[in-house]
């Protein structure tokens, strides 16, 4: 196949602009919005004494190789009996952002930053995101710290929140720092000019493995399920490029989730209610236990995060090639997160997929609206103010974000099968292996891994389920429409 199609970058975001307008998101930024941009030219500083100085410790990001817009930073501060102490800074984007000024108000309908083959869509102006409430390197920010001692045994033994100014010391990328934790190349560049922040991120690997695992055994899923990035040569695509997990992306993915866990409680604890991620149990349970009856395994009938784990680890071990194909049949299956607003004296829902009963979205308040409400309810706490948010406001939020975060994803699933189109155009007729990936009333799609790209069967998909491994003819695409259309063959092994 060959791997140039000479195809404009201009035609993906015109067709991610159209499709945001047709789902309720605004491409673009208002007068308003863009005049009080104008009006604030610099970071917020500290303004009370109870905002702490940390700008001495050994900050760090890790994010992917062309983010900009940097949220966290992570740092490990000692111990405490015993207890490792890691510290989490928080990009304290609300110290510029006011709450129902034009700014935030197109954030609070898009909800989040839109990530397309053709254009990104920040949710706030790229002046404060990428430059102003972003933890950049060697600038004074103020943040929001999430301040943990996780014992050997991957306990939170004590934990606190509190303001503080934070310095950024290195700038890193995933990859480099996972192929340098694993021993498969030097330390990266920024990591090397920094004495003593080698062995601190070893600290903070070596406590995010040990949260990994103690999940895992509370029946956490352990996953795999590559994303197709688009790989361009100036305005060609390429290729589609699977952009897969790495031991940097889980120490991350697991102080988050710790520092998102310590959030929920400490509202909770205070007495404010607050927005919630959760994942309920999987409605097409069935189907999961038919999927693992195909693999000899056998699952509950009721649904069992546990027993799900176990036998996806089994199943990691025994066909490690083929475990993506079975980690997004049951990602299908589970279905989508949603956002909930708990309140204190309430049974508090929990997340199936992370097997964690608190839970908030926090850590990501420059692209998602979410963790800047959450930031805006902690600062309340914080200060012993009314909580800024009341019961009906969260609740109505609650569900817009849910719709919000779903509309996102759409556009861009739309646009990425836009830029699949582009590359199979020359392709029709051409047969492929791949697996069902859903089957509804409204259609029966089906994923092929070369190019990674999804599509819909529209001859042949009778009797098809999710997780059904097939060959497929190409049949036709539509770039505008991101349409690729495949001929069920038949069932492969």
Same mark, same amino acid.
């Given at each position: 196949?060959?791997?140039?199609?000479? #195809?404009?970058?201009?035609?993906? $975001?015109?067709?991610?602009?159209?499709?945001?307008?047709?789902?309720?998101?605004?491409?673009?930024?208002?007068?308003?919005?863009?005049?009080?941009?104008?009006?604030?030219?610099?970071?917020?500083?500290?303004?009370?004494?109870?905002?702490?100085?940390?700008?001495?410790?050994?900050?760090?990001?890790?994010?992917?190789?062309? #983010?900009?817009?940097?949220?966290?930073?992570?740092?490990?501060?000692?111990?405490?009996?015993?207890?490792?102490?890691?510290?989490?800074?928080?990009?304290?984007?609300?110290?510029?952002?006011?709450?129902?000024?034009?700014?935030?108000?197109?954030?609070?309908?898009?909800?989040?930053?839109?990530?397309?083959?053709?254009?990104?869509?920040?949710?706030?102006?790229?002046?404060? #995101?990428?430059?102003?409430?972003?933890?950049?390197?060697?600038?004074?920010?103020?943040?929001?710290?999430?301040?943990?001692?996780?014992?050997?045994?991957?306990?939170?033994?004590?934990?606190?929140?509190?303001?503080?100014?934070?310095?950024?010391?290195? +700038?890193?990328?995933?990859?480099?720092?996972?192929?340098?934790?694993?021993?498969?190349?030097?330390?990266?560049?920024?990591?090397?000019?920094?004495?003593?922040?080698?062995?601190?991120?070893?600290?903070?690997?070596?406590?995010?493995?040990?949260?990994?695992?103690?999940?895992?055994? *509370?029946?956490?899923?352990?996953?795999?399920?590559?994303?197709?990035?688009?790989?361009?040569?100036?305005?060609?695509?390429?290729?589609? *490029?699977?952009? =897969?997990?790495?031991?940097?992306?889980?120490?991350?993915?697991?102080?988050?989730?710790?520092?998102?866990?310590?959030?929920?409680?400490?509202?909770? %604890?205070?007495? !404010?209610?607050?927005?919630?991620?959760?994942?309920?149990?999987?409605?097409?349970?069935?189907?999961? =236990?038919?999927?693992?009856?195909?693999?000899?395994?056998?699952?509950?009938?009721?649904?069992?995060?546990?027993?799900?784990?176990?036998?996806?680890? $089994?199943?990691?071990?025994?066909?490690?090639?083929?475990?993506?194909?079975?980690?997004?049949?049951?990602?299908?299956?589970?279905?989508?997160?949603?956002?909930?607003?708990?309140?204190?004296?309430?049974?508090?829902?929990? *997340?199936?997929?992370?097997?964690?009963?608190?839970?908030? %979205?926090?850590?990501?308040?420059?692209? @998602?609206?979410?963790?800047?409400?959450?930031? $805006?309810?902690?600062?309340?706490?914080?200060?012993?103010?009314?909580?800024?948010?009341?019961?009906?406001?969260?609740?109505?939020?609650?569900? %817009?974000?849910?719709?919000?975060?779903?509309?996102?994803?759409?556009?861009? @699933?739309?646009?990425?099968?836009?830029?699949?189109?582009?590359?199979?155009?020359?392709?029709?007729?051409?047969?492929?292996?791949?697996?069902?990936?859903?089957?509804?009333?409204?259609?029966?799609?089906?994923?092929?891994?070369?190019?990674?790209?999804?599509? @819909?069967? =529209?001859?042949?998909?009778? *009797?098809?389920?999710?997780?059904?491994?097939?060959?497929? +003819?190409?049949?036709?695409?539509?770039?505008?429409?991101? !349409?690729?259309?495949?001929? !069920?063959?038949?069932?492969?092994?």
């Amino acid at each position: 196949m060959p791997r140039s199609i000479a #195809s404009n970058k201009d035609n993906l $975001r015109t067709i991610a602009r159209r499709a945001m307008l047709e789902r309720g998101l605004q491409p673009d930024f208002s007068a308003d919005v863009i005049r009080e941009a104008a009006a604030i030219t610099n970071a917020a500083a500290a303004s009370d004494r109870a905002v702490r100085d940390l700008g001495n410790l050994l900050w760090a990001s890790i994010d992917n190789d062309d #983010s900009r817009d940097l949220d966290q930073l992570s740092v490990s501060a000692g111990a405490i009996d015993g207890a490792t102490r890691i510290l989490i800074a928080i990009a304290d984007v609300d110290a510029l952002i006011a709450e129902n000024s034009a700014i935030d108000a197109h954030a609070r309908i898009n909800t989040t930053s839109v990530y397309t083959a053709g254009q990104i869509f920040p949710m706030l102006p790229e002046k404060f #995101s990428t430059d102003l409430t972003s933890l950049n390197p060697d600038r004074d920010r103020l943040a929001v710290v999430v301040d943990m001692a996780i014992d050997a045994d991957g306990g939170i033994v004590e934990s606190q929140i509190y303001r503080a100014v934070v310095r950024n010391k290195a +700038k890193l990328a995933y990859d480099g720092v996972a192929a340098w934790l694993d021993g498969a190349a030097p330390a990266p560049a920024p990591v090397a000019a920094v004495a003593g922040l080698d062995a601190q991120l070893r600290v903070q690997d070596r406590v995010a493995q040990t949260l990994r695992r103690v999940r895992h055994e *509370h029946g956490a899923l352990g996953l795999e399920t590559p994303q197709a990035r688009a790989v361009f040569d100036g305005e060609t695509i390429t290729d589609l *490029h699977p952009d =897969v997990q790495n031991r940097a992306k889980q120490l991350i993915e697991d102080l988050m989730i710790a520092a998102n866990g310590v959030t929920a409680r400490f509202l909770s %604890h205070k007495g !404010f209610a607050s927005l919630r991620r959760v994942l309920r149990a999987p409605r097409r349970w069935d189907r999961i =236990v038919e999927v693992a009856a195909q693999c000899g395994e056998r699952l509950p009938a009721a649904p069992d995060a546990a027993a799900l784990n176990a036998f996806l680890e $089994r199943r990691r071990k025994a066909d490690t090639l083929r475990f993506p194909d079975l980690s997004l049949t049951v990602v299908k299956l589970l279905g989508r997160g949603e956002y909930v607003a708990d309140f204190p004296g309430r049974a508090t829902q929990s *997340h199936f997929g992370l097997a964690v009963r608190d839970y908030a %979205h926090s850590t990501a308040p420059n692209r @998602r609206f979410p963790d800047l409400v959450t930031q $805006r309810l902690l600062k309340a706490a914080l200060s012993n103010s009314h909580a800024p948010y009341g019961d009906d406001e969260l609740a109505a939020l609650a569900q %817009h974000c849910t719709l919000q975060e779903d509309n996102a994803a759409k556009v861009e @699933r739309q646009v990425q099968k836009s830029a699949a189109a582009l590359l199979l155009a020359p392709h029709i007729g051409e047969h492929f292996d791949g697996i069902v990936t859903g089957a509804t009333d409204k259609g029966t799609w089906v994923r092929i891994q070369h190019p990674m790209a999804e599509g @819909r069967i =529209v001859r042949g998909f009778e *009797h098809l389920d999710v997780g059904d491994r097939v060959a497929v +003819k190409l049949v036709g695409i539509d770039v505008q429409r991101g !349409f690729i259309d495949f001929a !069920f063959l038949a069932c492969a092994k």
